[in-house]
């Protein structure tokens, strides 16, 4: 039961950042130059440190431990490229597109290994505990943020 209530909540935070985003975000973030939309669409990404809870619930509780650790630092490095990239960004740096793309790929492989290996080692949703809602809420937040990231490295520069 666990598990369809994780993908129900995880599904909808899916359609309601979607909608939210499609209504109000991308209208704004449609007017900007694209460096500065992908800067503020990175943010979520900048926050992506919250994965190191993953090294505490395989100490303290029975999480595999290679889905503790991938996830963790597959986080902390999409974080910290993230944060690099926003500040290329910010300062014009011409390594700021390739540090986004960098920052991007990094954060796409973690999410998708960390998903499977969550699956593939059964790790307990039951005993996330707090961190459900970083799951079910923030990953959403996430993956929208990674779609938009794109859209605008697609585009080109005005």
């Not at 505490?56 to 650790?69: G, H, L, N, R, S």
């Not at 490229?81 to 796409?108: E, F, H």
Request: charged residues 10%; proline residues 5%.
């Amino acid at each position: 039961m666990d598990t369809l209530v994780f993908n129900v909540q995880l599904l909808l935070s899916l359609v309601v950042y979607g909608l939210l985003g499609k209504w109000f975000l991308l209208p704004r973030l449609d007017r900007l130059p694209r460096n500065e939309a992908i800067l503020l669409c990175l943010i979520p990404q900048a926050f992506r440190q919250l994965g190191l809870y993953a090294l505490v619930a395989a100490t303290y509780q029975q999480f595999p431990e290679i889905w503790a650790k991938f996830t963790a630092f597959g986080d902390l490095a999409t974080q910290l490229t993230s944060l690099a990239a926003m500040v290329l960004l910010r300062v014009g740096s011409p390594g700021a597109i390739p540090m986004v793309w960098l920052a991007t790929v990094i954060g796409i492989v973690d999410t998708v290994i960390s998903l499977y290996l969550s699956g593939a080692t059964h790790v307990p949703l039951h005993s996330l505990y707090s961190a459900w809602f970083l799951s079910t809420f923030f990953l959403a937040t996430v993956a929208w943020s990674t779609i938009y990231v794109i859209r605008y490295l697609l585009r080109k520069p005005r």
